[in-house]
């Protein structure tokens, strides 16, 4: 085999595998964070991938050189077309991650590869010799791409090779007996992107959300938090230890840091919330989703759960669980998927992440061993996945669908807290880590023209903070600006038991002791 | 020669002006990351580096041809 169609095939290989290895080289190791290790098996797959497709491509180049000229002209038409149409959509999704504002294009070239293919025998057959440069050139530059191998696949097999620094999950229904005396139970349900302004104060036409109006009637409710920041997995590591974080990055092992004042700080899980409830008897228990909180908080919970990000060939049944070899697989299914249109998602992939995150919520709620519960829910945030008009879950519809797949989740967890045996004292905490973030979501594609209405084109910023008592039956309304940081006070008070109703959450936001009153 | 290096000189200005912009990128509200200027500048330069290596023998040529212009005898008048 020549070194040069060698070259083409290594090259092509990783153009072809572009999405399936980008996530690894987040310069901040983001996705991975996201995700979890170990990876070995993960990126063995793709090792193998790469390997095959490279190997597969070299061979149907040379076995190309031997064919009748007229033949070897369409077919190195079809390949610098293929090779042409991939650069395309590999330059869009880097110009998307780049924030260049083409994030209603970013899969919009996907499906032009029928087009370009089509193309290339056109002109094949239109104008030879231009068509015969243009595959020379082509040819050039996928053999060169090649070279990008050299720091592509070592950085691959040190990530295989990457360990957690912590023991991962910590598995479910294996709880000590409960060393604490029947008391307050403290249930904190957090859903991501709901906007306090959609939800309570400017309602879409048409959308009717009665359990989060039911639960504000009878709770104590601020109209005006501020909040904190801007994306997930900054605010609620702040909110867990009472510092507010810009920016973060994680090692190839999946320590954590935090941008503060300038420094990286390493996240500390004996200074979270959980902690301080560890440490004052309480059970605490975590099911969340996006940041790995298992991996992080570990030590200082007594159960822990969450729905990890997933990598590019884990919907197609790619798993760390599984072999290499059968990991690489998956490739194949998905190419299959792409070919007949049947692609998954990322809305079924929220599907699957909501149905599970419900399923052992209700779980964790019905076990009153956990005096501390932390819940995180998938929803409102985009994708849309829900029917509301029949109220199924589906894999398409938009933020107003996902808003009253909200009132309806928060139904269901009310119905179980009411069901569980510490119902009467149950304090129930519902927040939003930030709101509606239109500026990130009307840039995409599947933006419809309802919610282009419902949010005006504008930002309101302010996120639900609703805090409900055991036996308490009237609501409080505060319209005072204060910090979404103030749930860590109303948590830690609490647990300290110096908070035990709506008087005493009342004595601290309306009086606002020193420590509150800087917040506002 | 000289034409080559004013070339290389114009090319490595470009390539520091590149990651001066990258380096630069502010916080923007979306998912993304302005840090993957750096894997893009990698994938570039690396492939940059390819097309030299590719075309080397043809460059080798385009040498001979500059330095063989430039140390032929000159004319006698």
């Given at each position: 085999m020549r070194a040069r169609t060698l070259l083409e095939g290594v090259g092509a290989s990783l153009l072809l595998l572009f999405s399936h290895y980008l996530p690894f080289f987040h310069p901040r190791n983001h996705d991975l964070f996201h995700h979890g290790?170990?990876?070995?098996?993960?990126?063995?797959?793709?090792?193998i991938d790469l390997l095959g497709v490279a190997l597969l491509v070299s061979a149907a180049l040379m076995a190309v050189d031997h064919l009748p000229a007229n033949v070897r002209k369409y077919l190195l038409a079809l390949f610098a077309a293929l090779m042409i149409w991939k650069s395309i959509a590999v330059s869009f999704t880097l110009l998307f991650r780049l924030r260049l504002g083409v994030g209603r294009y970013e899969h919009f070239w996907d499906h032009w590869v029928v087009y370009l293919l089509v193309l290339g025998c056109v002109t094949a057959y239109l104008w030879p010799r231009f068509t015969d440069r243009a595959v020379r050139a082509t040819r050039i530059l996928v053999a060169a791409f090649a070279f990008s191998g050299l720091w592509i696949v070592p950085w691959l097999v040190v990530i295989a090779a990457s360990r957690p620094y912590v023991s991962p999950a910590l598995a479910e229904g294996n709880l000590p007996p409960a060393s604490y005396s029947p008391g307050p139970r403290v249930i904190w349900v957090l859903f991501d992107e709901l906007s306090y302004d959609q939800t309570f104060e400017h309602r879409a036409p048409g959308i009717d959300l009665p359990n989060f109006d039911r639960l504000r009637s009878m709770s104590v409710s601020f109209s005006h938090v501020r909040p904190i920041g801007y994306y997930t997995d900054r605010i609620i590591p702040s909110l867990f230890m009472d510092k507010t974080f810009t920016e973060f990055r994680s090692t190839i092992s999946g320590e954590l840091y935090f941008g503060e004042n300038g420094k990286w700080v390493r996240f500390d899980p004996n200074t979270t919330l959980f902690a301080v409830a560890k440490k004052n008897g309480w059970n605490p228990g975590v099911d969340g989703w996006y940041n790995p909180m298992c991996n992080i908080l570990a030590p200082v919970v007594i159960t822990c759960s969450w729905s990890p990000d997933v990598l590019p060939g884990e919907e197609y049944g790619a798993s760390e669980d599984r072999s290499a070899l059968t990991n690489s697989t998956a490739v194949v299914r998905e190419a299959a998927d792409f070919a007949t249109g049947r692609e998954i998602t990322p809305a079924d992939t929220h599907v699957r992440d909501y149905r599970e995150i419900m399923a052992r919520a209700k779980a964790l709620i019905g076990n009153d061993r956990l005096h501390f519960l932390y819940l995180h829910l998938p929803i409102p945030h985009p994708p849309g996945i829900y029917d509301r008009g029949r109220h199924e879950l589906q894999s398409h519809g938009n933020y107003l669908d996902n808003l009253v797949l909200s009132d309806d989740a928060l139904s269901e967890l009310m119905s179980e807290i009411k069901a569980s045996p510490a119902a009467d004292r149950t304090i129930l905490i519902v927040t939003s880590d930030h709101s509606w973030r239109t500026a990130i979501y009307r840039d995409r594609a599947d933006w419809t023209a309802e919610e282009e209405r419902a949010s005006g084109g504008k930002f309101d910023d302010r996120p639900v903070l609703l805090v409900h008592f055991p036996d308490q039956f009237k609501s409080e309304d505060y319209s005072a600006p204060?910090?979404?940081?103030?749930?860590?006070?109303?948590?830690?008070?609490?647990?300290?038991?110096?908070?035990?109703?709506?008087?005493?959450?009342?004595?601290?936001?309306?009086?606002a002791p020193a420590g509150l009153q800087a917040r506002r | 020669m000289i034409k080559t290096l004013r070339v290389v000189d114009y090319l490595l200005t470009c390539l520091l002006l590149l990651t001066v912009v990258s380096a630069l990128a502010k916080p923007a509200y979306a998912y993304a990351d302005p840090g993957s200027g750096l894997f893009i500048v990698q994938v570039l330069t690396t492939t940059f580096a390819g097309v030299l290596f590719i075309v080397r023998r043809r460059l080798r040529r385009l040498r001979e041809l500059i330095t063989g212009a430039y140390s032929k005898p000159p004319r006698k008048d």
């Open positions: 290790l170990p990876v070995t098996h993960l990126v063995g797959g793709l090792l204060i910090s979404e940081m103030v749930e860590y006070d109303f948590i830690v008070g609490m647990l300290d038991r110096q908070i035990q109703s709506e008087h005493d959450l009342e004595s601290l936001a309306v009086k | -």
